[in-house]
């Protein structure tokens, strides 16, 4: 049976570096995949991306490698029969692109590892009972914070640079109103927890506004960031734009922030 952690880590996420075991890969030489998405041909981009994670692990189509796509083609009522198919295959491994994918897959199977991406909240909608233990056979990366995550988010970034205690905690009014809500409250009662001072700012509009929310950074004296990411940092933020490979928390000492 293929690692999930090792399809988590491979699509974008930290979960866990486990690679395919070797045992696992004399058991059964070739994996099958089942790939279920709302638009296949309209996401080639993310395609492409999968299967260059898939070869970095070792993982070649044609090889030892079978990967089953199917798509709803924007009809959202055929994922519970795609997912019927797919567990027919008797497939490895289940990739969901969003929720009603996921769901789909969970209904049809309880032994077969489902992966998901995307999902804003995987707790509310039922694929999982807990974020650090997801339970069952599901799996897989949320598009939006959490108040689970955005508390270890700043638990980590304390240890990751100890000694600072001024943090900055980056926010975007993007987010739903009772998701927003319990975020804020998680990261104050993080923050309380931790000992450390902690300054909430809001990014104003969209990223041509990041420069003044930045000197707000530097005028709260800030030695360390932590960002509520939203769909608006995911792009924003990054490096290269949409895509790109910023993390979700890291160092911003007055060098930086000048």
Known sequence: MIDRRAFIAMMGG????????????????????????????????????????????????????????RSAEGKLERFPAL??????????????????????????????????????????????????????????????????????SLELLTQAVPGRTRIAALWHRDLPEHTRQDILAAVDGAGRALGVH?????????????????????MARAEALTVLTSVLFASATTPCGPGGHAPASGDVSGERLR
């Not at 309209?42 to 692990?57: C, K, P, S, T, V």
């Not at 009972?129 to 897989?140: I, K």
């Open 14 to 69: 930290s979960v866990g570096g486990t690679r395919f075991s070797a045992g696992a890969q004399e058991a059964r030489k070739v994996a099958r995949i089942g790939y279920v998405s709302t638009n296949v041909a309209g996401n080639q981009h993310l395609i492409e991306a999968f299967r260059q994670g898939l070869r970095d692990l070792g993982y070649l189509e044609g090889r030892n490698l079978v990967i089953e796509y």
């Open 83 to 152: 997912a019927a198919e797919l567990v027919s295959l008797n497939v490895d491994v289940i990739v969901a692109a969003n929720t009603q994918a996921a769901l789909a897959g969970k209904q049809k199977t309880a032994t077969i590892p489902i992966v998901f991406a995307g999902p804003a909240d995987p707790i509310s909608s039922g694929l999982v009972t807990s974020l650090a233990r997801p339970g069952g056979n599901v799996t897989g990366l949320s598009s939006l914070p959490t108040p689970q995550l955005v508390g270890k």
């Open 198 to 218: 902690l300054e909430l700012v809001e990014a104003h509009g969209g990223p041509e506004n990041f420069v003044r929310t930045f000197s707000e950074l530097r």
